[in-house]
């Protein structure tokens, strides 16, 4: 047994500090793992990335509006309660997080567990047992603040 991990760089984000909407994309086809057997059959048999190409998650962080408010002063705690569809499938999630401000940029971390079941991938039964039944999901993100006016323009 060994852990199993990748790691995704092409990841698109938006967040809206005036609504506290939040949103992600996630290239399927662009994580990468050590192994390139791994990589080949976390896309072809376990993601269909070829037919189901991205993940993504739209939601609102609950409290925006407190939570913005005192963010200038230190980071923050909060949970973000959204819609994920990935492989096809979308369920409701609640994520806890943290928002920081560093630098002028908005830093979001959050750790969350995804059931593959949950999302109607199927794990063949040769390597069921070695699979885990929830995998570990880490976010970590740096946002640049963009400026209203070029957001709203076609």
Known sequence: ????????????????????????????????????????????????????????????????????????????????????????????IIVTGTLQLRDGQLVVFAYFNIAPADYSIDIPLLVREHIAKSVSVRVNLTCDAVSPTLVSQP
């Open 1 to 92: 047994m060994e852990d199993i991990e990748a790691r995704n760089d092409k990841v698109a984000a938006v967040f809206d500090v005036v609504t506290g909407q939040i949103a992600f994309s996630v290239p399927v086809h662009e994580f990468q793992f050590k192994r390139t057997l791994m990589q080949e059959h976390f896309n072809e048999n376990y993601m269909e990335s070829d037919k189901y190409p991205k993940a993504t998650f739209t939601g609102q962080v609950l409290n925006a509006a407190q939570v913005l408010k005192q963010l200038p002063a230190a980071g923050q705690n909060v949970e973000a309660e959204g819609n994920m569809t990935m492989h096809g499938v979308t369920h409701k």
